[in-house]
């Protein structure tokens, strides 16, 4: 059995890009270093997701393709078994996945869905019970034509399945039966025309949240009403200056445990930029950018305690982390390794 003490970390990596598929790491507690200890199978994971079962944990993988797949992984010893063969999810190109109310959920991109697939005793997940699909489109000709589910997340009281949606320039508030898993829509919340918003991320309080614009680099802040399922914009933070030159594409936001910071990986400018947030939440402002470490940071997560940054740097294959300073949050490069077209990083 594994070390329930011992904090390890699985990395997703894209094999269609050259990647392995799924990468085993532990973690060293003093100095935040990942060394990797095996590889899992799996197809195009772009990212990770960790419940639970009777038996223990299990770790979840979508499969970027077309149709869509997700797999599911008994953790519970040193060497990840696949729970079965992958599922199909109903959808394609499904970028993200979460755990709620005994369901898994996943955001289909390619074809602007959302699933939800029921979870047997073991952790499996089965076929899925309903699929979601979103309407609308955006004012980018390219990459707006129709809805791309990016992201789902539950809220921090578990009450809700928020989607976001790129497409559409908007966020989705749903609840589920418990029962059955079928999701109804509570709220839509339209953001700012051609924003393309990829990921949201909820201050501490959970009062507050913050969507990461991947078509315009900015950081729009939104009150949260849990007890009305209710999203609601109330300022937008660019992360750049008007006429930033090059592909600028932000992937992943984080939000600092105590609240005072938000950090966001941006694409193409290979840079964490770091955001200060003033007491109340509701207000963010730049106060510093570093480089990312490697180049086209797909995401970016908080380590087990809280004080270093890891970012998975797609194009030059390799997952960096960073120590956080006290107080000004600014990350300091303290390391790296190797990963071929790393796509994910989760702590379990």
């Known amino acids: 059995m594994v070390d329930k003490g011992v904090a390890r970390a699985f990395i997703g990596s894209f094999t269609s890009a050259g990647g392995p598929g799924i990468v085993a790491a532990s973690l060293d507690p003093r100095t935040g270093a990942l060394t990797a200890t095996g590889t899992v199978e799996a197809v195009d994971p772009s990212y990770l997701a960790v419940g639970r ?15 869509g797949a997700v ?25 993200h996945l979460a755990v709620a109310r005994g369901h898994l959920v996943t955001a289909n991109y390619g074809s602007g869905s959302v699933s939800v697939l029921p979870l047997a005793a073991d952790g499996a997940p089965r076929p899925p019970s309903a699929v979601l699909r979103h309407e609308g ?15 789902v997340l539950t809220d921090p009281s578990g009450r809700w ?14 609840s589920l ?6 999701p109804a829509l509570r709220s839509e919340t339209a953001l700012p025309p051609g924003t393309g918003p990829r990921h949201l991320a909820f201050h501490p309080s959970g009062r507050h949240a913050y969507v990461l614009g991947e078509l315009r680099p900015t950081v729009t802040v939104c ?19 008007e006429g930033v030159e090059g592909p600028v594409s932000p992937s992943a936001p984080v939000v600092s445990p105590d609240g005072r910071h938000l950090w966001a990986a941006v694409r193409g400018t290979d840079t964490i930029v770091v955001l200060a947030l003033d007491g109340t939440g509701e207000r963010a402002r ?10 086209w940071p797909r995401d970016l997560v908080l380590g087990p305690t809280g004080t270093r940054l890891y970012a998975a740097n797609e194009r030059s ?21 190797a990963v071929p077209a790393a796509s994910a990083v989760l702590f379990v």
């Open 177 to 182: 039966d418990t029962a059955t898993g079928a």
């Open 71 to 95: 797999t599911a992984y008994d953790i519970a010893a040193p060497v990840a078994r696949p729970l079965g063969a992958p599922v199909p999810v109903g959808g394609d190109e499904p970028t």
């Open 286 to 295: 730049v106060v510093a950018s570093v480089p990312c470490g490697g180049r």
């Open 161 to 174: 399945v928020l989607s976001v949606d790129l497409g559409t320039d908007s966020v989705r508030i749903c």
């Open 223 to 241: 009150r949260w009403d849990a007890a009305a399922g209710a999203l609601e914009p109330v300022g937008e933070t660019p992360l750049f200056p």
């Open 53 to 67: 079962s009777e038996a223990g944990p299990v770790l979840y993988a979508v499969s970027e393709t077309v149709p």
């Open 317 to 337: 294959g390799d997952v960096t982390w960073f120590d956080l300073e006290a107080g000004s949050g600014f990350p300091r490069r303290a390391g790296s390794l």
């Open 137 to 151: 489109s955006g004012p980018d000709p390219e990459r707006q034509r129709a809805p791309h589910a990016h992201q």
